[in-house]
C-alpha cells in the first residue's frame, strides 16, 4: 500500500494540527495504521496507532490526552489530530501500515509500508 502523509507546518506552541496519511489503495481497511515522528537527532518514535476497523486506538503514554488518531476507511485516509502543541513535537511525521492485524503495534519494525513524512515544526 502507497501512504501520503500531509497537513504539517510551522505553527506556534499550543497550536492545533491535523495530519492525514491517504492510501490509493481500497485495501487501506485491511491495514493498522501507526504514526511515528523522529525529531532530529532522535530515533523514530511511537505516536499512536489505530486498528485496521477503526475501533481500536493506542497511543505512546507521553502524549495520550493530546493527540488523537482516528481513520476514515471510506476515504481511505487515516488522521492524527494534534493538541496543545508544544517545542517538543517539532518533527517529521510518518504514517505507517502494518498488515498482520495482531493487535497494538508499538514498533516501527512491524509496520511494512511507511509514507513519505511531513514536517511539523512548533515554535515558542
Known amino acids: 500500500v502507497q501512504l501520503q502523509a500531509s497537513g504539517g507546518g510551522l505553527v506556534q506552541a499550543g497550536d492545533s494540527l491535523r495530519l492525514s496519511c491517504v492510501a490509493a489503495?481500497?485495501?487501506?481497511?485491511?491495514?493498522?495504521i501507526g504514526w511515528f515522528r523522529q525529531a532530529p537527532g532522535k530515533e523514530r518514535e511511537f505516536v499512536a496507532g489505530?486498528?485496521?476497523?477503526?475501533?481500536?486506538?493506542y497511543y505512546s503514554d507521553s502524549l495520550k490526552g493530546r493527540f488523537t488518531i482516528s481513520r476514515d476507511n471510506a476515504k481511505n485516509t487515516a488522521y492524527l489530530q494534534m493538541n496543545s502543541l508544544e517545542p517538543e513535537d517539532t518533527a517529521v511525521y510518518y504514517c505507517a501500515a502494518d498488515d498482520s492485524n495482531s493487535g497494538p503495534t508499538y514498533s516501527a519494525s512491524d509496520y511494512e509500508y511507511w509514507g513519505q513524512g511531513t514536517q511539523v515544526t512548533v515554535s515558542s
Open positions: 489505530v486498528s485496521s476497523s477503526g475501533e481500536s486506538t
Open positions: 489503495e481500497r485495501t487501506f481497511s485491511t491495514y493498522g
